[in-house]
């Protein structure tokens, strides 16, 4: 199981980018996909969830009605759109893959501990 994040850079407070994750090494049995980050001094947190086989998604508080999490048809290419960026969103964010059959939490809490595969991050910056 490999994944590949990419997409990352500078933001003004504001404004949008969108990340993607090219996954590879998966069986049908790997249905989640997620995303986390980390900004400094802080701990690896969750941010959203996708589903690949019905594309079902789940976000954290934080990020709901400004984070978007899609997959294209393949499941293979998982995107995160992140609009209306704050400074508080500066983190290198993670894409990452859980053990098999695990479904993403309709509540969007996600545990690092569930994840066992992690893509190599990408640096998101949000300043003016």
């Known amino acids: 199981v490999q994944l590949q994040a990419s997409g990352g850079g500078l933001a003004q407070p504001g404004g949008s980018l969108r990340l993607s994750c090219e996954v590879s090494?998966?069986?049908?049995?790997?249905?989640?996909i997620a995303w986390f980050r980390q900004a400094p001094g802080k701990e690896r947190e969750g941010v959203s969830c996708i589903n690949r086989n019905d594309g079902s998604t789940a976000y954290a508080d934080s990020v709901k009605g400004r984070f978007t999490t899609s997959r294209d048809n393949t499941g293979n290419t998982v995107h995160l759109q992140l609009n209306s960026l704050k400074p508080e969103d500066t983190a290198v964010y993670y894409c990452a893959a859980p053990d098999p059959m695990y479904y993403c939490p309709d509540d969007g809490r996600l545990e690092v501990f569930d994840f066992g595969s992690w893509g190599q991050g990408t640096l998101v910056t949000v300043s003016s």
């Open positions: 090494g998966f069986t049908s049995d790997y249905v989640a």
